[in-house]
């Protein structure tokens, strides 16, 4: 189960942190990925971090959106830096089984999703 949180408002520019909790399961097996969904739109890869710690990153986010993991505590987070009004969005956190990639219908497990928006 992932129990994701930190959503919110944030002014484009600014900072805001999205953590997500993984429980039942051990998360040093497991890769973790970030999705965002839109209105009206598909939902779209923003990041990934693998068991090793390897990072992914969508085109759209990277140099400003940083995906890190706490296997100690089960965790992992999204650190959002300079967004912008096109971040807005409901992001969802979701993690697979030795699996770090793009493709969502390779993650087994979702969290409920936080809505992100981004003032101008």
């Known amino acids: 189960q992932l129990q994701a949180s930190g959503g919110g408002l944030v002014q484009a520019g600014g900072s805001l942190k999205l953590s997500c909790v993984v429980s039942?399961?051990?998360?040093?097996?497991?890769?973790m990925g970030w999705f965002r969904q839109a209105p009206g739109k598909e939902r779209e890869f923003v990041g990934s971090?693998?068991?090793?710690?390897?990072?992914y990153y969508g085109d759209s986010v990277k140099g400003r959106f940083t995906v890190d993991r706490d296997n100690a505590n089960n965790a992992a987070c999204l650190q959002m830096k300079r967004p912008e009004p096109e971040d807005t969005a409901v992001y969802y956190c979701?993690?697979?089984?030795?699996?770090?990639?793009?493709?969502?219908?390779?993650?087994?497990?979702w969290g409920q999703g936080t809505l992100v928006t981004v003032s101008s």
């Open positions: 979701a993690a697979a089984r030795y699996y770090a990639g793009i493709v969502a219908s390779q993650y087994e497990i």
């Open positions: 039942g399961a051990p998360l040093s097996e497991y890769g």
């Open positions: 971090v693998q068991w090793s710690g390897a990072t």
